[in-house]
């Protein structure tokens, strides 16, 4: 079974299980909302509203309130030294459709429970693991430090080096 339903001047064909991003409407984060404007309920025998199904109704559990991507409107009017430069950000509610209802019914599924993240706890032989790996970081990084010390002496020897051709060049100049 399938819906077409209207909300924010838009048009959504949502199935249940669907997830959405629609304008931002009413609804804290996990409760259940019942969207009222079906246009049109398909299954076995579609039902097309004139403009809405009588009676129909789509519940969806809201997920998030977030913001849209970033739209700048920019205009110019050229050789006329005027730039006008504007930005905004949608504001988005994203929903996941719960069921389709018919006949006036309430929502029977509730919101989904949140997972818990569930961090993995370290037995007594994987503190050595962790012990192992930041030895082989530190012996990483040491050599790395010897590498700059050893360039440092070089550039002093190409700088001696210069230095001896240019007292070179002033002793003949002198003669």
């Known amino acids: 079974m399938f819906a077409v339903?209207?909300?924010?001047?838009?048009?959504?064909?949502?199935v249940p299980?669907?997830?959405?991003?629609?304008?931002?409407?009413?609804?804290?984060?996990?409760?259940?909302?019942?969207?009222?404007e079906v246009l049109l309920v398909g299954g076995e025998q579609p039902v097309l509203g004139t403009p809405t199904v009588a009676g129909a109704s789509v519940a969806a559990e809201v997920l998030q309130h977030k913001?849209?991507?970033?739209v700048i409107s920019f205009k110019k009017r050229r050789r006329k030294n005027s730039r006008r430069k504007r930005g905004y950000r949608d504001e988005i509610t994203v929903l996941r459709i719960t069921e389709i209802l018919t006949?006036?019914?309430?929502?029977?599924?509730?919101?989904?429970?949140?997972?818990?993240?569930?961090a993995a706890q370290p037995a007594e032989d994987d503190d050595e693991a962790p012990k192992a790996a930041k030895e082989k970081a530190s012996a990483k990084k040491a050599p790395a430090k010897k590498a700059a010390a050893k360039k440092a002496p070089a550039k002093s020897r190409a700088k001696s080096a210069t230095a001896k051709k240019a007292a070179a060049k002033h002793k003949r100049d002198k003669k």
């Open 67 to 70: 913001r849209g991507p970033k």
């Open 103 to 118: 006949n006036d019914n309430k929502p029977t599924i509730g919101p989904r429970p949140k997972r818990e993240k569930v």
């Open 17 to 36: 299980d669907d997830v959405l991003e629609i304008g931002k409407i009413a609804g804290d984060v996990g409760t259940i909302v019942q969207l009222g």
């Open 5 to 14: 339903i209207r909300t924010g001047g838009r048009q959504y064909r949502v």
